[in-house]
């Protein structure tokens, strides 16, 4: 603003803003979106329980590392074709 010391953007900032405000963002979970090639899932291994209240005192669920379902980076970019194909140009 005027008098208040603020500097406008370079030039390529400001390009680089702009192409971000075009971007269609897909945004992934990786644990949940693919596994690693030739990676089995371990979504079923382990249990969770149930939240419950006992004696007025909430017990939150408790789950097992096991209900990750392994999802990866590897699995994410060998799914960057399915991706594209639906127009994200950005994750």
Excluded: H
Excluded at 38 to 44: I, Q
Aim: glycine content about 14%.
């Amino acid at each position: 603003g005027a008098g208040g010391g603020e500097k406008a953007p370079c030039p390529a900032r400001l390009q680089q803003l702009l192409e971000w405000k075009k971007s269609v963002i897909y945004q992934v979970i990786t644990d949940r979106f693919a596994l690693t090639p030739g990676e089995s899932d371990t979504c079923s291994i382990g249990s969770c329980t149930v939240g419950n209240y006992n004696n007025g005192c909430w017990n939150p669920p408790q789950c097992d590392y096991g209900n990750y379902c392994g999802g990866s980076f590897s699995g994410l970019e060998s799914k960057l074709d399915y991706i594209a194909e639906m127009n994200m140009d950005a994750i």
